[in-house]
């Protein structure tokens, strides 16, 4: 999609005094692209996930834009509209709340009551479990699994600050949180109850190095801690750690299900 002139014009709104007539068809526009999966609030570029903080912008912008209106859905008003989802391409079970502005793949799966907000991106055959939150501009690979309970943090401000991602192949365990734009590489796995935010250090037991707000590739992290002294006195740190890489019985351990995504 060409977004060069679109791009131009959004940067030109956010910093505007006054708002003028069109504003919000121009913003429209973005929304209606990241809800078809077109842009995407952050894209890897090399080996570095990067954000594109006009799209970020035009987020902000609708907000500020759009009246608070009632919904279709029961005794609810928002700025923003939820999305319909068309069947059988994906499977949203009901009392989930899916926003426009987000992007969800065919074969998805959305157990209730999970909530995806504005500018999140959900890949091909991902599941979304009960009571998960993916927040606005998370980026969320092709068949990653996000256990029951998880907190996917939104990075939508600043509009430069890159969002949290969960790259292909990963496994989520139940009731983690994952904040401040913190990274899961490819086929990492995330014990159940992990905490990681961007300033994490998280250690890996063999070699003993530090990865800060990154879990790499294959890794298998699970909740930990370290000792820490002040003065006299000493603290136990939350600290997860790098106890192995992903092998073959691990994997066979998490596979995906196929019967759960059957969209036939």
Aim: charged fraction near 25%.
């Amino acid at each position: 999609m060409q977004t060069t002139n679109l791009e131009q014009q959004i940067e030109e709104l956010f910093e505007a005094k006054e708002m003028p007539a069109d504003a919000i068809k121009i913003v429209e526009q973005v929304i209606e692209a990241l809800d078809q999966g077109k842009i995407r609030t952050a894209e890897k570029v090399g080996n570095e996930w990067k954000a594109n903080s006009w799209v970020k912008k035009a987020i902000l912008l609708y907000f500020r834009l759009r009246p608070v209106e009632k919904m279709e859905e029961g005794p609810f008003a928002d700025k923003v509209p939820l999305k319909v989802l068309p069947a059988p391409q994906n499977r949203i079970v009901p009392y989930s709340s899916v926003r426009k502005g987000s992007y969800i793949a065919p074969k998805v799966v959305i157990m209730a009551p999970s909530f995806v907000n504005i500018g999140a991106y959900v890949d091909e055959g991902s599941m979304i479990d009960s009571l998960v939150l993916v927040g606005s501009c998370a980026q969320v690979g092709k068949n990653v699994h996000i256990g029951a309970g998880t907190v996917i943090g939104g990075v939508l401000e600043p509009p430069n600050s890159t969002p949290v991602i969960i790259e292909d192949g990963a496994f989520v365990g139940g009731s983690c949180g994952l904040y401040e734009g913190c990274i899961v590489e490819k086929n990492a796995v995330i014990g159940a109850g992990t905490i990681i935010t961007a300033r994490t250090p998280i250690i890996d037991i063999q070699s003993g190095e530090e990865h800060f707000g990154r879990v790499p590739e294959n890794a298998v992290v699970v909740p930990g801690g370290r000792q820490k002294k002040v003065g006299d006195h000493e603290f136990i740190l939350q600290t997860p750690l790098i106890i192995k890489r992903r092998d073959p019985q691990v994997s066979a351990k998490l596979a995906m299900e196929d019967s759960l995504r059957v969209f036939e």
